[in-house]
């Protein structure tokens, strides 16, 4: 009978992922903990901050807000992007280069200088009111290049002699994109759409500046840590949020494998 040891690079690995993934696992437990602080030791089993979460209307409002604006923000940042990979892949643009690069400028720039001039802009050029949509306008800024990336990786990589099989058996180009490309390419299609929402519907800075009275929820979230009391109901949140989130992953990556399947 052989024993399996335990390597180092295997005990750095497992230490890595626990000091990782530990504190995001702790969340639901203190959510369900009758307690107002996040310690040990537990005392005792309750629902009462999922129950001041749905009540909470505030807090709602701002949920709503950050879900509309994520998902506009997503569709947006996605169509933006598959123009923008089309354009890269499929056809010779003059200054290629110089355009890819300013498309890509924001991955580069601090979120606070990004703030900034976005609210000098819209303020002191364009005379607009700060509402929830400058926040969406400045969040597809910085998730176009995302979704150009994640799309332009999908447009690669599947065999373009099959766009150029349909293209000689009469279909026009617009036909050969939405019988051929578009089902390759909506495995990435999806991806876009879920990392642009994730971006989105997480940002803090830029919503800070430039939302106005309509807050997003990860400033109302921010704003309720000074008070204590609010701290099992942003627990409940947090674990509300992680649960979705982690079912969305795993449907977005077995649609991921499925189409990589097809693709082979």
């Known amino acids: 009978m052989t024993r399996t040891r335990l390597d180092p690079l295997t005990l750095y690995g497992i230490l890595f992922i626990v000091f990782l993934y530990a504190p995001i696992l702790l969340l639901p437990?203190?959510?369900?903990?009758?307690?107002?602080?996040a310690v040990f030791?537990?005392?005792?089993?309750t629902i009462r901050a999922y129950e001041q979460?749905?009540?909470e209307r505030p807090l709602m409002n701002a949920l709503k807000n950050s879900l509309i604006v994520a998902s506009v923000v997503s569709v947006m940042?996605?169509?933006f992007g598959l123009l923008a990979a089309m354009?890269?892949?499929?056809?010779?643009?003059?200054?290629?280069?110089?355009?890819l690069g300013l498309i890509m400028l924001p991955l580069v720039i601090p979120s606070i200088i990004l703030a900034v001039a976005l609210l000098i802009i819209i303020r002191q050029f364009l005379d607009l009111e700060l509402t929830l949509w400058t926040v969406g306008a400045a969040h597809v800024l910085i998730c176009v290049p995302f979704s150009m990336l994640v799309l332009v990786s999908r447009l690669e990589g599947f065999d373009r002699s099959l766009e150029e099989a349909s293209q000689d058996l009469g279909e026009n180009g617009w036909m050969t994109f939405w019988r051929v490309t578009f089902p390759l390419m909506l495995p990435g299609?999806?991806?876009?759409l879920l990392m642009a929402f994730t971006i989105s519907f997480d940002e803090y800075v830029l919503a800070f500046f430039l939302s106005g009275i309509d807050q997003t929820l990860p400033i109302f979230?921010?704003?309720?840590?000074?008070?204590p009391s609010k701290l099992p109901l942003t627990?409940?949140?947090?674990?509300?949020?992680?649960?979705?989130?982690?079912?969305?992953?795993?449907?977005?990556?077995?649609?991921?494998?499925?189409?990589s399947a097809q693709t082979i």
């Not at 627990?235 to 189409?259: C, M, N, P, Q």
């Open 53 to 55: 979460m749905v009540a």
């Open 189 to 192: 299609v999806v991806s876009s």
């Open 221 to 227: 979230l921010y704003s309720q840590l000074r008070f």
């Open 77 to 79: 940042s996605t169509v």
């Open 87 to 99: 354009a890269a892949t499929r056809y010779r643009l003059p200054g290629r280069g110089p355009v």
């Open 41 to 45: 030791p537990l005392k005792g089993f």
């Open 235 to 259: 627990l409940a949140l947090g674990s509300s949020i992680l649960i979705v989130s982690t079912l969305v992953v795993v449907v977005s990556e077995l649609i991921r494998r499925r189409g």
């Open 29 to 37: 437990m203190f959510s369900f903990n009758d307690n107002t602080f």
